[in-house]
T-cell receptor
């Protein structure tokens, strides 16, 4: 039972344009969501998070949007840069518990 | 500041053997979690330890065990290795075991190959 889904395994975007990565979840108990970026041979690096009491959180070029009614969140990267090319994982947790549930990841390729 | 460190970086074992993986958390972090990432999948939760006590366990067999030491470092042990245990094993640390604004920070992982 995949509680967190990233339905796009890959995405290619031109440098300077917007990258939009999507994530869906099924568990209504999730109240904290995170995005991680992963380069080959490295562990996931925390990017940005959002609590369920918000619908948007922004940090520089990265913005996460949360639509609770649709159980959907998205990560926007503007403008996209070649260094953003990596695998992006969405994760969710019930903040009263101890574990993150990860999606399967989306491989982003930013073309120069 | 040093991030989460893991050792070894790579490991090759044969079926039936036992393996121990090690993790040192970020200084000041008291919670350590272990995840398994197989190719093409996201990380899957195995264990969490906080203040040397197990706080949670994922859906993994009893062949998997872990412990946390007084200095908050941790070991993950896997007995009777199977081919399917081949994966990247990730350690993550955080200040607290759970809660908002308490992100987990990951180490580079240990790549285990079982032949």
């Amino acid at each position: 039972d995949q509680q967190v889904k990233q339905n796009s395994p890959s995405l290619s975007v031109q440098e300077g344009r917007i990258s939009i990565l999507n994530c869906d979840y099924t568990n209504s108990m999730f109240d904290y969501f995170l995005w991680y970026k992963k380069y080959p041979a490295e562990g996931p690096t925390f990017l940005i998070s959002i609590s369920s009491i918000k619908d948007k959180n922004e940090d520089g070029r990265f913005t996460v949007f949360l639509n609770k009614s649709a159980k959907h969140l998205s990560l926007h990267i503007v403008p996209s840069q070649p260094g953003d090319s990596a695998v992006y994982f969405c994760a969710a947790t019930d903040s009263g518990t101890y574990k993150y549930i990860f999606g399967t990841g989306t491989r982003l390729k930013v073309l120069a | 500041d040093a991030g989460v460190t893991q050792s070894p970086t790579h490991l090759i074992k044969t079926r039936g053997q036992q393996v121990t993986l090690r993790c040192s958390p970020i200084s000041g972090h008291k919670s350590v979690s272990w995840y398994q990432q197989v190719l093409g999948q996201g990380p899957q939760f195995i264990f969490q330890y906080y203040e040397k006590e197990e706080r949670g366990r994922g859906n993994f067999p009893d062949r998997f065990s872990a412990r946390q030491f007084p200095n908050y470092s941790s070991e993950l042990n896997v007995n009777a290795l199977l081919l399917g245990d081949s994966a990247l094993y990730l350690c993550a640390s955080s200040h607290l075991p759970s809660g908002r604004d308490n992100e987990q920070f990951f180490g580079p992982g240990t790549r285990l190959t079982v032949l």
